[in-house]
């Protein structure tokens, strides 16, 4: 109810100033304007993310996995943009790397930064099977795939986003009671139950000495899970929608390499239903 009457008063506002600058308009005045057609493109009020993770690929001192599938994120956000949903990208170290290599390419995800995306991190620690080599287990410090510790992994990921500090974060859950790194306020999880996990409220969490907010979310089109909602489920899902909770979902930009049109229908049918999706960190920070 409130973004309805926040949406009237700002149209009100909006045809007051136009009404100041057109002087020779001798027309309607903006109390004239009835009160119906200024509510009727009322957007839904969901609260609604969408996670994409970014895997390390398969040598963790490479960037050539981050190479192939650097277009598919690129025709990612240009899709999303297209229907103005706002996207959360959670990075492996390497994709950092792999941007930083190149000024057009950071230029290009600070321009998706400002444009209302999020940029935060995915961490692949040493329990998982393509880990990114970055971990403060020391029992990893020898093997040859050890790159450093999650300072040294912050130092690199951090000078993606123009504040220089990423707060929304995915760590593999064998790992974050060790690994959780510092600055990062929110989390995301989930994927193991498709409908308890789409919708969440913020909840807090301590990790490593970090008092975190976690969302969780669902897979939407994962390619290797059994659970996991289609589009036709969402359709389902959005008609019969009731909840008040944030809604999320997640899926793997090489997913978006291999097939976009799940995706991209899914963004579709998202505006159709007045939904826009909006940052986990501006989900959980403007919940009530
Ligand atoms: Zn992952």
Redesign the pocket.
Known sequence: MKKVILVLVMMLFILAIGGCDDESDGGTSPMEIPLEETITHVEEDVDFFIAV?C??GGDPLSTNYVALNWLALTDLVNSADDHNMKLTLLM?PQWATYILEDEHRLGLVRDWESNGHEIGL?S?GPH?NSWNGYTNQEQYFNSPDFIGTMDDLMDVVNQLPASEQMVTA?I?SEDQEYDFPSGIIYETNGGADKLDDLWSTPTEYTWNGQDVLRVTHARYAVSFSEVNIDLQQMNKILDDNESDEIMGIVF?CFEYADDSAPYNALFRLLEENGIHTNTVSAVVEGYE
């Open positions: 993770h895997e390390p492996n995915h692949h998982m995915c593999a793997h």
